[in-house]
């Protein structure tokens, strides 16, 4: 047994404190980098992240078009979206699932509630993976979750259906690919040091396409009430991602241990609210970007191109599993502009695939010796998230500075705050109050 245990504490890469007295869950995890032990050079990697934002946008848009089903203005067949790995930008994080527990790594995205592992039950409708898949069978505390269950009654999924067994199953679509399973629940262990069973509903199945690589699923920290978050009723959570081109981990924080002022940062704590969707349920919190500046300089940007509209499109996400930001055109326009104007450099004559601007170093230069003004995204109620050059331009080949910022595809105009523009940067997402808080932190310090 002692043997068992020491081999669970080398395969679950967190470092977790947990504490459930009263009712709450407080802990905190270590996020594996999207591309940690990758093969990849760093260029490399700015350009296959830089890739798979793209397709992740166009997901996104496709996701929301879907769940508002309107046809008329927003047309769009999961043939239409590209489809990446499902971890090729995201942060995950290493679990034990079942009793005893088999680790399972999970992508953990903010944009999705469903938590989900591919398992036996569907080995022929199973997407390539690195781990061996989830048994159910091994598991003396997995259960069926019957038709009648919460979980089953409200989860919002494309198909939904009871079989004769009374089992919940359910499809749901990423891109061109397609996530089925059923409804199940099983004790999900936290922890290297202390290990903390938690009971969780998740989906047992498959993805029918496409490949997850280094995981074997997701976790959703999403508002939904299928995601981690709404299922132990974490009042906040926060993370903090350390600078992309690193690949270190990053912390992930929960309950009371969620709390910025606990921490040393490099700049102020800053407030604003957190918006909810008016025209439907959606899986994506919603923040309200108002303006930008590239300096001293404030864009002319009208506040309402970047306002969540009465009819559901619109307004601005924070996305864990985004690498680069999208701005709608208007927004895109006025910066591209701007630092147009602003860096001194020529701008690369040739197409860089996935980046829409991009200038040429001087012979012999790298990226980190170009001073730029800080990009500042302006939010209602007065916060300044303040981005150095690091979080808003990448070198994805040597001699080549380009912005990591594109425009947000135009069926949706949804932009996105990605993965890059939050290193370095401590958020929390306080569930309870609808509240988005950040500050400009080091990481590794936390």
Not at 238 to 256: D, I, M, V
């Amino acid at each position: 047994m002692a043997r068992h245990l020491r081999l669970l504490a080398l395969l679950l890469c967190l470092a977790v404190i947990v504490t459930a007295g009263g009712g709450s869950v407080n802990f905190r995890a270590d996020l594996n980098h999207p591309y940690a032990g990758s093969s990849l050079s760093r260029d490399g990697v700015f350009r296959h992240a830089a890739r798979a934002s793209r397709a992740r946008a166009a997901r996104i848009n496709a996701r929301l078009a879907r769940a508002l089903g309107s046809k008329a203005r927003h047309d769009i067949s999961a043939a239409d979206v590209p489809l990446a790995p499902l971890d090729d930008q995201c942060h995950s994080l290493t679990v034990g699932i079942g009793t005893p527990p088999q680790p399972h790594t999970l992508i953990v995205d903010t944009g999705s509630d469903l938590i989900w592992t591919q398992c036996k039950l569907f080995r022929g409708r199973t997407a390539r993976q690195r781990e061996p898949l989830y048994d159910p069978r091994r598991s003396s505390s997995f259960a069926f979750l019957p038709c009648s269950s919460r979980l089953c009654q409200e989860g919002q999924f494309g198909d939904k259906n009871c079989t004769g067994d009374n089992r919940c199953t359910y499809d749901d679509v990423y891109g061109s690919a397609e996530a089925a399973g059923v409804f199940a629940s099983d004790a999900f262990t936290f922890g290297a040091r202390t290990k903390v069973a938690l009971p969780l509903g998740f989906g047992c199945g498959g993805l029918s396409a496409g490949s997850l690589v280094g995981a074997s699923g997701i976790i959703g920290l999403s508002p939904g009430i299928l995601s981690l978050v709404s299922q132990l009723s974490v009042p906040r959570f926060s993370y903090c991602l350390t600078p992309f081109a690193e690949r270190k981990t990053s912390p992930l924080l929960f309950g009371a241990m969620a709390d910025l002022r606990r921490y040393k940062t490099t700049g102020p704590v800053q407030t604003t609210s957190i918006l909810t969707n008016p025209a439907m349920e959606t899986a994506y919190y919603y923040v309200p970007l108002v303006g930008l500046s590239l300096g001293a300089r404030r864009l002319a940007v009208p506040a309402a191109s970047l306002a969540l509209k009465p009819d559901g499109s619109g307004g601005t996400i924070v996305d864990s599993g985004s690498t680069m930001a999208y701005l709608v055109a208007k927004a895109f326009g006025a910066l591209k502009k701007a630092v147009l104007e602003t860096v001194g450099l020529p701008v690369a004559n040739r197409t860089v695939e996935d980046y829409e601007l991009c200038f040429v170093l001087p012979s012999g230069v790298a990226m980190g010796a170009v001073r730029t003004p800080p990009l500042v995204l302006h939010f209602d109620g007065g916060a300044d998230m303040v981005l150095p050059r690091d979080n808003y331009f990448q070198e994805p080949r040597a001699g080549l500075m380009c912005l990591a910022v594109g425009t947000a595809p135009e069926d949706f105009g949804v932009s996105i705050i990605g993965n890059i523009q939050q290193q370095n940067m401590h958020v929390l997402f306080d569930v309870r109050n609808q509240k988005f808080s950040f500050a400009p932190t080091k990481c590794d310090d936390i």
